[in-house]
């Protein structure tokens, strides 16, 4: 079975400064991986996704993320915080068996930035 | 192009009474997802529609839950009867590519509470 850790429920840092959000990954084989961001009363929007290749996507808004096989890790970071970046951030991952098409999330991690 | 979108935003009912979801999803969009967060946890996938047909429905928790997508555009999530523990937000996403390329799109959500 396949499982997504979001190991912080809420993340703080100051405007200006950088910041990761946390995520590590459960599943068999290689996996497709997945942020996506919900911002106060709207839905979720996807950020970015790494599907093969180099391990570091970038994605909208600034946000990169670094795929780490060994660390089983997929960390959401951005060089400089906005305070228009504090929403809910949510990890995902999908198998690559093609039978199965199905997100796993984590449970989200609140991103809290300070002016 | 409009994005996924649902109705109605906010349900509250009582227990015991039937709520029906709808998703529209974006136009052309043969795959049509519904997933629920409940009580601020992850989210977690329901079922899947490949245009009209039912792909993956191995995320249904019991069978007072009945989605339809006839015609292969809409779908209608059915509660009935609603328990306390169906109360949280279900989201719709959708897609069109197939394989490693596809990115789910997500709706808004309804947010459901059941009294």
């Known amino acids: 079975a396949q499982s997504v850790a979001q190991p912080e429920d809420q993340v703080n840092v100051a405007e200006g400064n950088p910041l990761t959000v946390k995520c590590t990954y459960s599943?068999?084989?290689?996996?497709?991986l997945f942020w996506y961001v919900q911002y106060p009363n709207r839905g979720l929007q996807f950020l970015l996704k790494?599907?093969?290749?180099?391990?570091l996507v970038k994605g909208s808004y600034g946000f990169e993320a670094e795929f780490n096989k060994s660390q089983t890790s997929f960390h959401l970071k951005k060089p400089s915080a906005l305070v228009s970046d504090s929403a809910l951030y949510f990890c995902a991952v999908r198998e690559r068996d093609m039978g199965r098409r199905a997100l796993t999330f984590g449970s989200g991690t609140r991103l809290q930035v300070q002016p | 192009e409009a994005g996924v979108t649902q109705f109605p935003s906010h349900s509250v009912i009582e227990k015991g009474q039937t709520v029906t979801l709808r998703c529209d999803p974006i136009s052309g969009h043969d795959n049509l997802y519904w997933y629920r967060r409940v009580m601020g946890k992850e989210i977690k996938f329901l079922l899947h529609f490949v245009k009209e047909s039912k792909q993956d429905e191995s995320g249904m928790p019991n069978n007072r839950f009945l989605a339809e997508r006839t015609g292969g555009t809409y779908s209608t999530l059915k509660v009935q009867p609603a328990e306390l523990e169906d109360s949280g937000v279900y989201f719709c996403?959708?897609?069109?590519?197939?394989?490693?390329?596809?990115?789910?799109?997500f709706g808004p959500g309804t947010r459901l509470l059941v009294l």
């Open positions: 996403a959708s897609s069109q590519e197939f394989g490693f390329q596809e990115t789910q799109y």
């Open positions: 790494y599907i093969t290749g180099d391990n």
């Open positions: 599943v068999s084989g290689n996996p497709y």
